[in-house]
């Protein structure tokens, strides 16, 4: 049902695959920003660009706020993308990308949010109990504020991002093509990991 709800919108082939160019384009752009301030920090420091091919370098060259806060700004770009696709190349709302009903069921993501939740607490105070040696308290608030910041803004755009881009816009170009249900979990499954 969820698939099949895309024929009520412009569905056709071309418009998924300059649709899907266009988001991924618009996620790699968003990775720019994170490029250039680590080549500006490099370059102003005395530093070549050579040293940029380390991958290890490019993850610590900014503080971890700024390398976190700038490799999420790709996912909220490319969410972006995908709003803007749906809306102007197929002419459909979002909501359609999210569920078969006339509105999001908000209950259903609160749930989601405290069943994960839940677990992940309960999983860390078990391993807390089982190997406390493997834990060291460190808090320093400035840097603990700024990344809480950065967490509560931008985690949800990349999460976002990556459900509606797979399990939204890909799965449902990949069904109105293959007119499977098969097709489109398997295939975005397997893209997805």
């Not at 698939?3 to 988001?23: M, T």
């Not at 009903?101 to 309960?122: E, H, M, N, Q, Y």
């Amino acid at each position: 049902m969820f698939i099949a709800q895309v024929f009520k919108y412009k569905h056709e082939a071309w418009r998924y695959f300059i649709g899907g160019f266009l988001i991924f384009t618009a996620s790699q752009l968003g990775s720019l920003p994170l490029l250039g301030a680590v080549l500006f920090k490099t370059l102003s420091e005395g530093g070549n660009m050579a040293t940029l091919e380390d991958s290890s370098t490019l993850m610590t060259t900014l503080s971890s706020n700024t390398t976190l806060f700038l490799m999420l700004l790709s996912f909220a770009i490319g969410l972006l993308g995908v709003y803007l696709v749906v809306k102007y190349l197929h002419k459909q709302p979002m909501v359609a990308l999210t569920t078969t009903r006339k509105k999001i069921d908000w209950s259903r993501f609160l749930f989601g949010f405290l069943l994960i939740a839940s677990t992940t607490v309960f999983f860390t105070a078990l391993d807390y109990y089982n190997n406390p040696e493997d834990f060291e308290l460190q808090f320093e608030a400035v840097p603990f504020l700024i990344l809480a910041v950065i967490v509560v803004l931008m985690i949800p755009l990349q999460t976002s991002f990556e459900e509606y881009f797979f399990r939204g816009y890909l799965m449902q170009g990949i069904g109105a093509m293959a007119k499977n249900k098969w097709v489109p979990l398997l295939v975005t499954s397997f893209v997805f990991g």
